[in-house]
């Protein structure tokens, strides 16, 4: 109960002082940033999107298990109980402070106020569930009375209680500028619109990917326990650094004046295993990143630039850097704010994200942005590349089955092979299916849209009855034809064919 009590009583400061700054979310960031590589790939792969909320139940799982052993322990020794709940503070109070994000000396608060509050009750609570007071006792009672502790605990978990909805009224209440912000946002009509998509290039197949991932269904890929709920009034963007002669801050408003370029663009993970669901194709909005740079003042290497890498940083002190060449090499680039005709969700980085096509998202895709500094790739690593990712990450050239689906069972005679093959920057000119141990067989290719697209593609199989394996290669347009060779995810993207077995019946 005091355990309880304390988490709710540093919720409660966090909704005040700062929501990022809760215990719970600030020791989960520390261990989520501490975590090793195959093993956040582990979580993954296994936990999939709800990475978080595992971590999360871990976190309040350990911190029962404490507050268990703290309760049993204030039994006997009251005042040893009372400051292990100050211990566990003051892990949190370190955990706030040390946060990429953190806001100053006032993210310890929510850890410090909940565990003084914590130790307070478990102090008291134990003095009533004990008999080691010093009251004179009645004659022919135990030391304790058992309805002075049940309603003293009673109280107490409904004051918790209480305090906790309150934190999350107050939490709400505080994003409420941003849900605004983001209602009220006009998105202006581009004056350089995406190119129709080509008649065709959605196949009516049953179980294969929308050409269009709809915002609902767009895979999230990110270290934020508590998503970022930026007021688009009060956003910034800084843009300075080695090179930039003219340094300078965007508003919003300043980049929606600007002419808006709108493209189709396949985004993906590198945590993306062969065939795995870490990517998405959307209609992005927004302002052409290489104009906005050479405004300032900056050059490309190629062109006598000084800084080869650009590393953008989000409000929640994320930072991912991409090649400053590849940048302005003339593909699009961008500082996106609007995806499939809507402003960003909170979830894909409202108000402003960048995109690179053609490169991973930790090199490239950095949502919630609010600064870009020019710098080298030997004077700066990002998050990624210090915890052994590679520096730069093209996206490799892959394709995905999506129908049938692994140990589908479908019928003997005409089965229809679909999915998906991507390479972004590079676009797709073949793909290839193989059954068995068989000859490679073309798939027909679905209508390009543009090289930053995914392509679809199907193949009609004459399926005998059987146990069946079906591997998809693809051929980029550069020649390059997807490589048999398995890589792990780590350090610049997973390789390999993806098959699947089915059993046709
Ligand atoms: N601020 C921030 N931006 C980020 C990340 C992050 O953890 N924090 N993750 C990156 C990664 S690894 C990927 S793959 C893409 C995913 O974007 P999405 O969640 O919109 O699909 O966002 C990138 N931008
Ligand atoms: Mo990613």
Same mark, same amino acid.
């Given at each position: 109960m005091a355990g309880y009590t304390a988490l709710a009583a540093s919720e409660l400061t966090a909704a005040l002082v700062?929501?990022?700054?809760?215990p719970v979310t600030v020791v989960g960031g520390a261990a989520i940033d501490r975590t090793p590589a195959p093993v956040k790939d582990y979580a993954i792969r296994t936990f999939g999107e709800n990475d978080k909320v595992v971590l999360q139940l871990g976190i309040l799982a350990v911190l029962g298990l404490f507050a268990i052993i703290l309760g049993l322990v204030s039994l006997r020794y009251r005042r040893l109980g009372a400051g292990g709940v100050l211990v566990f503070g003051i892990v949190g109070a370190a955990a706030a402070l040390d946060r990429p994000d953190s806001a100053g000396l006032g993210d310890a608060l929510p850890s410090l106020v909940g565990a003084v509050v914590g130790a307070a009750v478990l102090y008291f609570l134990a003095g009533k569930a004990? =008999?080691?007071?010093?009251r004179p006792r009645v004659e022919g @009672?135990?030391?304790?009375?058992r309805r002075g502790f049940l309603t003293s605990s009673a109280m107490t978990m409904v004051a918790a209680t209480g305090a906790g909805a309150m934190a999350r009224a107050l939490t709400g209440w505080r994003g409420q500028g941003a849900a605004t912000s983001r209602d009220e946002l006009v998105l202006p009509a581009p004056a350089s619109p995406a190119p129709a998509v080509p008649a065709?290039?959605?196949? #009516?197949?049953?179980?294969?990917?929308?050409?269009f991932t709809p915002n609902r269904d767009f895979y999230r890929v990110d270290t934020a326990l508590v998503v970022p709920k930026v007021d688009a009034d009060t956003w910034r963007l800084r843009v300075h650094g080695v090179g930039v002669a003219r340094p300078r801050t965007f508003t919003l408003d300043d980049l929606l004046a600007r002419p808006l370029i709108e493209r189709d663009i396949t985004l993906t993970c590198? =945590?993306?295993?062969?065939? &795995?669901?870490?990517i998405g194709n959307a209609r992005w909005l927004g302002v052409r990143l290489a104009q906005l740079l050479a405004e300032c003042g900056v050059e490309p290497p190629s062109r006598g630039?000084?800084?080869?890498q650009l590393v953008a940083r989000s409000v929640d002190g994320m930072t991912l850097g991409s090649p400053v060449e590849g940048i302005m090499d &003339?593909?699009?680039?961008m500082l996106a704010v609007g995806m499939n005709g809507e402003p960003l969700p909170f979830d894909h980085g409202f108000p402003v994200r960048m995109l690179v096509p053609g490169l991973y998202g930790y090199v =490239?895709?950095? #949502?919630?942005?609010?600064d870009i500094e020019l710098t080298t790739f030997d004077a700066y690593d990002p998050y990624w590349v210090k915890r052994k990712w590679a520096r730069k990450a093209p996206v490799k050239t892959q394709s995905r089955i999506d @129908?049938? #689906?692994?140990?589908a069972r479908p019928s003997a005679g005409t089965v229809t092979v679909a999915g998906v093959a991507w390479a972004q920057s590079?676009?797709? @000119?073949r793909v290839q299916i193989r059954v068995d141990d068989g000859p490679w067989q073309e798939a027909d290719l679905a209508?390009?849209? @543009?090289?930053?697209t995914w392509r679809q593609w199907s193949y009609r199989w004459r399926a005998a009855p059987g146990g069946h394996s079906l591997t998809v290669r693809a051929t980029d347009a550069t020649g390059e034809v997807q490589t048999e060779r398995r890589a792990p995810t780590i350090p610049d993207g997973a390789s390999g064919w993806h098959s699947v077995f089915v059993t046709v019946t």
């Open positions: 700062r929501p990022a700054a809760g004990t =008999s080691t007071g010093p @009672t135990s030391g304790w009375s065709g290039a959605q196949l #009516k197949v049953p179980g294969i990917s929308a050409f590198v =945590s993306n295993e062969v065939g &795995g669901p870490y630039g000084r800084a080869d &003339g593909r699009d680039a =490239s895709a950095c #949502k919630w942005i609010q @129908t049938p #689906k692994p140990f590079r676009g797709i @000119t209508a390009q849209d @543009t090289v930053d």
